[in-house]
């Protein structure tokens, strides 16, 4: 049993202490450099009236991008447990809820703002700067993936998740204008910028493959053994608060909006 628990805390220490590791390679070698260079280069979108509908749900972004964050507005991150308790709720329910209902991004607070707004990820920044047909195309190319990751879950898991959820989608925004349209080439190299300084990290041994592909309330959770350490009543609540949605879910309204059929 000693051997175990010194085994367990070496595990965890090893764990608090990644991202901490990345984040000081990432400054050394200038890969926030890199970063804040690919995200110069993205048009500057006007006219925004703060309605909120684009940061209706999570965004999927690049560990980078994710230690970018944490490096700007979580300098003292070890792990879920030292950031404020508010955001560890938010990012938990977030993360333990995403295929039961549809949620708001985690950073979106109360006030309607991001709280990462100077850190917010590519997707956030290229958002209002596509053309409709290119934003449509987009999104029959995320309800593909959706429809086959819900497929995955129900073979693997025995778990479907609800089809409006796989079918949902965030309307084009009709207020924001921008000097110059993003091309699909222009996102793509972006996109490609962004896995080669992943690609830094992952050769440096300091992401795994399984980030990735992660996203940003996902990575916080990666860590092994997270769920473990967290308060044994918040995570019951809310495994509680899941099977009432999903007991629920063919008669929530909520789960009609944005389906995109
Ligand atoms: S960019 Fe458009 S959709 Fe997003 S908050 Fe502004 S007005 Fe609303
Ligand atoms: S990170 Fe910020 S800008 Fe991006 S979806 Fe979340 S709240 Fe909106």
Redesign the pocket.
Known sequence: MAYQNAHQNAHQNAHQNAHQKAIAFARENGLFNQLEGIYAQVPH?D?????????AESVDTTYIEFLYVLNCYYPDYQDLLSLPDDMQKRLLKFTLFELSIPQKCPFLNEDGCCEVYEARPLACRV??TMSRSDYEANYRAVIRQNLHLGQMLQKEKGFMPHRALMMRKIPF?E??SVTTQTTTAMRTAWQNELVNLDGKLYFESLMSMARLNGHLAGHFFIEDGILERLPEDLITSLRIGILEALQNQYNDPALQINNGE
Do not use: A, L, N
């Open positions: 979108c006219g925004c009236i703060g309605c909120k509908t684009c940061c958002y209002g925004c207020h924001v």
